[in-house]
């Protein structure tokens, strides 16, 4: 094995590490509420990045991947209802002026309206086979392009990745917005600390008894976040890196069913309107736009992908 870099953490390298850990507990101690999953994921990056030169580079490689799980953890700093009025019934009507399904039965609805009188079993466990590969597997995707040696298309995924999020987030604050699972079960007023609902998912509990779905939106002190909707971006994001970097057939057709998949599952479920869908996906193709069309043009800006490539390939 050859590396030109040494085995052992340098010293400045080594600060950086705790220190920027030292701050991320602190912060989060202080402001949001220590939860084990922090002392967990310390640890973790603690014996990656210490044990040998090879988990070092692969600690760094992930750190878009950090950086976006401490950013939505640190939205709880200051919550996006706090900024922003929520949007609960101007987001409706729109939804249903573009989109509505008129019935015999109900007249005007929205298609979460009408998909919520029409479900059936087969759905109901796709849309919880989908929805459970949101983060995974565009991680996975990111690690088989890291570990196959790919690392400079790696770090172009990861980051735009990242920005995607941060683009999000952002959208978040600039119009903090109610899913349609809210409007369904509390009507159009904003109601702080509302705790997260499975809404549609619920069905794929009942159907595997494997209710996963409950403790991830039981534990989301935020839900007034559904413009856009990132469900729907993160998987098209490693779908245009796929088929960017001709990763083959499985890949791509494996990311375009899921992708489509989650859309879908989106708006059946009442998790999010069709223009949060929309938005989500114009938010995928804003991220990859912006890095790789201008970010990546600006000279000092090429230069540091290129280094953080060097360091991770060692």
């Known amino acids: 094995m050859t590396e030109h870099q040494p085995t052992r953490a ?3 390298e080594s600060l950086l590490c705790v220190g920027a850990l030292a701050v991320w507990l ?34 760094v490689a992930l750190v878009p991947f950090f950086l976006f799980g401490i950013s939505y953890d640190w939205m709880n700093l200051c919550p996006n209802y706090t900024v922003n009025p929520v949007d609960t019934i101007g987001l409706y009507n729109t939804e249903k002026a573009l989109f509505g399904i008129n019935t015999e039965q109900w007249g005007l609805l929205t ?8 479900t059936f079993a087969a759905a109901d466990f796709l849309a919880g086979v989908f929805y459970l590969c949101w983060v995974p597997v565009p991680i996975l995707f990111g690690l088989w392009l890291y570990f196959k ?12 990745f990242l920005l995607v999020n941060l683009i ?19 009507g159009f007023e904003a109601i702080p600390g509302t705790k997260g609902e499975v809404a549609g998912l619920a ?34 994001v490693a779908l245009l890196y796929a088929v ?26 009442s998790h999010h309107y069709i223009i949060d869908v929309l938005l989500g996906i114009a938010c995928a193709l804003t991220g990859y736009a912006l890095f790789e069309y201008l970010l990546m043009r600006i000279p000092g800006f090429n230069r540091f992908v290129n280094k953080y490539t060097d360091y991770i390939n060692g």
């Open 10 to 12: 340098t010293l400045r």
């Open 26 to 59: 602190v912060v989060t101690a202080l402001f949001i509420g220590f939860r084990p999953e922090h002392t967990f994921m310390a640890l973790l990056i603690l014996a990656l990045f210490f044990s040998s030169g090879v988990t070092r580079r692969l600690t």
């Open 111 to 118: 298609p979460n309206e009408f998909f919520a009188h029409h």
């Open 149 to 160: 040696g790919r690392r400079n298309e790696y770090l172009h995924f990861a980051i735009v």
């Open 168 to 186: 999000g987030f952002a959208g978040y604050y600039i119009h903090p917005a109610a899913p349609p699972w809210y409007v369904a079960g509390h």
């Open 203 to 236: 069905a794929f509990g009942q159907i595997t008894g494997w209710n996963v779905f409950d403790g991830l939106y039981a534990r989301n002190s935020n839900i007034f976040a559904a413009v856009p909707s990132l469900h729907s971006a993160y998987t098209l």
């Open 244 to 269: 960017r970097y001709r990763t083959g057939a499985a890949w791509i057709t494996a990311l375009a069913v899921i992708t489509v998949g989650i859309w879908l599952t989106a708006v059946y479920t």
